[in-house]
């Protein structure tokens, strides 16, 4: 995972000052959760540049491989996480679940004709027990858990990591956005011109150049 920080104005909160992002190991940076993310709803997106080509790069002797985009973990029966998968010849970004030890059903966000270098924004959107993605401003279908919305425990202690320092392909993440409401079509920054901006909702932006 490659990120490139632009440290100087690159955290930015409309309601109030937050925490400057920390890193942590090599190709991740850490948020403190409490304050910047609401678990009844919300979006979670980014500009990505993938470094491989999503189609050519699946391992054939492994049931799937795939790297950390994004993650909030409690402990290791409660966590959600937002992946790059491939598997059996189907790529994109894939949300993961867990609460109390049971996996959550899950949405994957299956994208096709992606290339490497090219930028693409992906968010991810949740209202309740409702979940989807917006991929290059087009919704995908949204799908529904009985388990209702993000049941995680937060407070003081608990990060939110961007990145993975252990993967098998590369990509750039360019900008970082969490919001606290479940953004439109409309309203995801794959409209917007340059980087992503804030704006009421915005719990969270950060820059990368």
């Excluded at 709803?41 to 491989?65: A, C, H, L």
């Excluded at 953004?183 to 980087?195: A, D, L, N, W």
């Amino acid at each position: 995972m490659t990120i490139k920080r632009n440290i100087a104005g690159a955290v930015v909160s409309a309601a109030a000052a937050l925490m400057c992002a920390q890193a942590a190991s090599a190709g991740t940076v850490s948020y403190p959760a409490l304050g910047n993310l609401e678990l009844s709803e919300g979006t979670i997106e980014m500009w990505i540049i993938p470094q491989f080509d999503p189609v050519d790069e699946e391992d054939p002797n492994s049931r799937y491989w795939g790297f950390n985009l994004f993650e909030v973990r409690q402990d290791e029966d409660n966590f959600i996480n937002l992946i790059w998968r491939s598997q059996k010849g189907r790529n994109g970004p894939f949300a993961r679940h867990r609460q109390q030890g049971f996996r959550i059903p899950t949405n994957w966000g299956v994208v096709t004709g992606w290339k490497k270098q090219e930028p693409h924004h992906i968010a991810y959107c949740w209202e309740g027990s409702n979940d989807w993605w917006v991929i290059d401003g087009k919704k995908t279908k949204v799908a529904s858990s009985k388990y209702g919305s993000l049941k995680l425990h937060i407070n003081e202690t608990i990060q939110m990591v961007l990145g993975s320092a252990d993967v098998h392909g590369t990509v750039v993440i360019d900008d970082l956005r969490i919001s606290s409401v479940p953004r439109t079509e409309e309203e995801v920054g794959y409209h917007q011109p340059g980087k992503l901006q804030a704006d009421p909702c915005t719990l969270l932006l950060d820059t990368f150049d």
